[in-house]
């Protein structure tokens, strides 16, 4: 039987080498690949909003520069986490058009990790900025978002590269992981090591999600980025529109 959808696009979570996803989307437009439905998590969720919006990935990238991301994440008195993303959550407020998953231009699952049940939720309907909040705060790191009666934080808990809400409806899938495995010289401080144990979380499953992808994109000259590095966005951006260009020059012939 067809497949509802031609391609389907599965962004990671990774903090700040979320920026190499915007140069992925624009490698993927300069080959005129436009995926037909979106699954992202954490910063992949940030980045699918907005690209699932209308917005390009050049567009995207000059906004979060602009605003300054550091400006966008707020300290706050620890209780259950360090910091704080309402300036995050006025951006998307303020900037994304779209105020549902149904108004949006392409359509989106975002994961998410419900805190009081203990499970992963897949979430493709329904208002839009709570969910992308949620799927961004990192536990410990961030408080935990509440919607309704629950809280959540990143769904990266559970799952990082979320291929599942996707996989049986496309025809093709591409998986665009930016958590590189490297040694970590330097673990010390609190926020630090709350960031270094949630990268080994990341790590136990990303890459056997990963293999269930038929075009697989994992810039590994990301490696020692940290999740906070945003001034070196354009060079996340060109690793990851770099490392796209490449795979997508080798795979393309062999599945067209």
Known sequence: MAKKY??????????????????????LLDHDIRPAVISGVSAGAIVGAFYADGYSPQEIMDMFVEKKLFSLVRFTVPRSGFLKLSGLQELLHSS???????????????????????QVEYVTSGPLADV??????????????????YQYCDGGVFDVLPVVPIRRECEKIIGVNVNPRWE???????????EWSFYLRILASVHANMRQCDIRIDPKKLKGF?????SKAREMFDI???????????RLPKIS
């Open 6 to 27: 031609d391609t389907g696009l599965v962004l990671s979570g990774g903090g700040a080498r979320g920026f190499a996803h915007l140069g992925v989307l624009q490698a």
């Open 96 to 118: 994304l058009r779209a105020r549902t998953f149904e108004e949006l231009k392409i359509p989106l699952w975002i994961t998410i990790s419900n805190l009081n049940k203990a």
């Open 132 to 149: 992308v909040i949620a799927s961004a705060s990192i536990p410990v790191l961030f408080e935990p978002h509440r919607i309704g009666k």
């Open 184 to 194: 970590e010289k330097n673990i010390s401080g609190v926020i630090k090591m709350a």
């Open 226 to 230: 940290g999740i906070f590095e945003m």
């Open 240 to 250: 990851g529109y770099e490392e796209a260009t490449r795979v997508l020059n080798i």
